[in-house]
């Protein structure tokens, strides 16, 4: 890895180093741009087009004028990763912005001041099924241990279609949604808040430049239409999913919100951190053969964290676990002909890794409520309560570089 360092200063520990350079969007006073962080301040990209920082990309003048990312986007790799590497080499020691005549500019903010908005106008929403341990466990737990996944599961990465309209950006509180579920032992279905509700330990990726209808996404060319990745929580409430899911899959226990954080880490920051995933037995069919590497080792931690703020750490896992991967996922969606847009989200299913301290929801850490979490003042959790906190974390980190991706956050009120 290069070896880097910005002017800005960057604390132990940060998420946003020079290395990092994500894309978000702020919104000021009623103005919107798109902007990136170093350590703890943002910079406002549509306030650097008045500086030689993006010389010779020719970008469109109101590109960053923008209340999301999707005009950027849509401009292709061609442009973004020329963008992104001149925004990196202005924020370093000696670059472009590293000039006494943009120190009292619009350009840097404290990121304390700013709020962040969503940074993608959202098209359509598809949530995958793809880590191998926890459609185990689920299988294990609803159906029967010794035919845990079903026969299509090694042969396809299974998927939904979600709703785009309830993702909502970190830091929103989720209301307890109230459904229908059929209590143990009752003949007829009861109505009221979700006493099961429960989160999922995601990653989601955002699709750059779409495709036209008819046409298909090669495994082998994938990559060129993921924009980046951000953190997701696909909450879940677990009592209404039991009852509502037989025979389309899940609809109301999943559709109320998800939560997504604010910043979309490139694939090109997470080069370096490229790893090879499980290998896949049996051989997948040809549309499906990914070479190379194409997992990335991104550490991911969740906490809850209590009306009184004592956190209590419930699960350390990590995105290299995919058994499908981000690749294969793309190939598969639009073999058919299904087209993808600018803006399309496409999240990994819950991140399950082999260990009961790296499983990716309450209904795996918990085993169905078997086995209690004890939280730091004494109280027990099998799933989440009102007024607590879940956070997501992902980083990625080697040879003292490290990038990651922000909190994910959202709070549980009463339904
Ligand atoms: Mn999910």
């Known amino acids: 890895m290069k070896n880097m360092e910005s002017f800005l200063f960057v604390p132990e520990g940060s998420d946003f180093t020079i290395w990092n350079i994500p894309f978000g969007v702020l919104e000021r ?6 902007c990136t962080r170093i350590g703890d301040v943002i910079v406002d990209l549509n ?19 923008q209340p ?9 790799k061609g442009v973004t990763v020329p963008a992104r590497e001149q925004i990196q080499a202005a924020l370093a020691k000696g670059g472009i912005l590293d000039n006494d005549i ?7 903010l404290p990121a304390d001041d700013v709020k962040l908005r969503l940074p993608i106008d959202i098209g359509d929403y598809t949530d995958f099924y793809s880590s191998r341990e926890h459609a185990t466990n689920v299988g294990t737990m609803f159906r029967d241990p010794a035919n845990a996944l079903l026969p299509n599961w090694l042969h396809l990465p299974v998927g939904y279609h979600g709703r785009s309209s309830s993702i909502v950006m970190s830091g929103t509180p989720i209301r307890r949604p109230n459904g229908q579920t059929m209590p143990d032992g009752a003949d ?3 109505f009221g808040p979700s006493k099961q509700l429960d989160f999922e330990l995601e990653m989601a990726f955002v699709i750059g430049t779409g495709t036209k209808l008819g046409q298909t996404i090669p495994v082998q060319n994938a990559e060129e239409h993921i924009f980046g990745l951000m953190l997701f929580n696909d909450w879940s409430a677990r009592d209404i999913q039991k009852w509502e899911y037989v025979p389309l899959g899940p609809f109301l226990a999943k559709n109320f919100a998800s939560t997504i954080s604010p910043w979309v880490v490139t694939l090109e920051a997470i080069e370096p951190f490229r790893v090879a995933g499980p290998g896949q037995s049996p051989e997948v069919l040809p549309y499906l053969a990914a070479d190379g590497k194409k997992n990335y080792d991104i550490h991911l931690s969740v906490e809850i964290i209590d009306a009184d703020g004592a956190s209590k750490p419930v699960s350390a896992s990590n995105f290299k676990y995919m058994y499908w991967n981000m690749c294969q996922q793309l190939a598969h969606h639009t073999v058919n002909g299904c087209n993808v847009r600018t803006g399309d989200i496409m999240a990994s299913g ?3 890794g082999p260990t009961p301290d790296s499983y990716g929801s309450m209904l795996e850490i918990c085993w169905k409520g078997t086995k209690p979490v004890q939280m730091p003042n004494g109280t027990q959790r099998t799933f989440i309560q009102n007024g607590d906190t879940v956070r997501i974390r992902g980083w990625c980190s080697k040879e003292g570089v490290r990038i990651g991706f922000g909190e994910c956050d959202g709070t549980i009120t009463a339904d």
Do not use: H, W
């Open 29 to 34: 006073k009623g103005y919107t741009a798109v």
């Open 47 to 65: 306030q650097c087009m008045a500086t030689p920082l993006f010389d010779g990309l020719d970008l469109p003048g109101e590109i960053f004028l």
């Open 68 to 76: 999301s990312l999707n005009a950027f986007m849509a401009l292709g």
């Open 102 to 108: 943009y120190k009292e500019t619009d350009i840097f």
């Open 188 to 190: 007829r279905p009861v």
């Open 350 to 352: 819950t991140i399950s």
